[in-house]
């Protein structure tokens, strides 16, 4: 499915969609917005207990996602 695709069916479902760039998931998981992705890894990591090792890199922009819309309902 593609993301359009996904978006579509959340909101026809009343589902809220929360879209962030790069830059913003960035600063709000590493304080820095020109942080690779080794740099965002490495801060997930220390930021949440992970159940083990996570090899994929769309398993870590997710959860790297996740924190930032976290910290952006928590203001």
Known sequence: ??????IVTCRAHGIPVHE???????????????????QVNSM??????????????DEMDAIACGLTCLASVRG
Do not use: E, F, N
């Not at 790069?22 to 020109?34: N, R």
């Not at 997930?44 to 890199?57: A, E, H, R, Y």
């Open 1 to 6: 499915m593609s993301s359009g695709a996904a």
């Open 44 to 57: 997930v990591q220390k930021l949440i207990p992970l159940p083990g090792k996570i090899s994929s890199d």
């Open 20 to 38: 962030y760039t790069p830059l913003q998931i960035k600063i709000a998981v590493t304080g820095y917005g020109k942080a690779d992705k080794d």
